[in-house]
């Protein structure tokens, strides 16, 4: 190859390098400003995080005679609501289960995924079950005392994933995490209403605490 070809490549390739290099500049402008452009039609639209309501409990087993060892059968009724104007809800995963002082009395049940559009409401009533599932010596102690005085205090909770929708733009996915107290009165306390063989229904109407 002669020198002036040689010089004519260099310049062909410089050119080549050039428009590359325009083109990843724009690319990155671009990119950027479609960037600033989400950011502050979230920061306007101010995203609220989803609220839910523990509306009843019906217990149908609440069994821990035998020691260290507790069998609960309920039916909840969970009702969600998205607050946004503007913005849907997908939720991706959600689990709930119940607790007894922070330990976990139950299986987990899985609701299944679903579409929140603006300022809808779903109502969701999971049965949540657990066979002779072990306590801690300390946690069945002060289930036996509880039992005895005709309260018990036990947390639903609600675990997942959900992703928020701004017209046709959906982001990546946030950890939903609700608590809901529910205090079941046994005995001669007991504000259930009987609603079948051996099971009691508990209306509640009971605000959770929901992180996102």
Known sequence: MSVKDSGYCDK????????IKR???GLLIFNFFLLITILLAWAIIQPHKPRFVLQDVTVYAFNASVPNLLTSNLQVTIYSRNPN???GIYYD????YATYRNQQITLRTSIPPSYQGHKEVDVWSPFL???EVPVAPYNSLALNQDQ???AVSLMIKLDGRVRWKLSTFITGRYHLYVKCPAFITFGPRTTGITVGQNAIKYQLI???DVTV
Not at 93 to 96: I, S, W
């Open 206 to 208: 009971q605000k959770c």
């Open 148 to 150: 005895a005085s005709g």
């Open 93 to 96: 995963r959600l689990d709930t």
């Open 23 to 25: 083109g990843c500049i």
């Open 85 to 87: 104007d503007k913005l």
């Open 129 to 131: 079950s657990g066979t």
């Open 12 to 19: 062909h390739r410089g050119k080549w390098r050039r428009r």
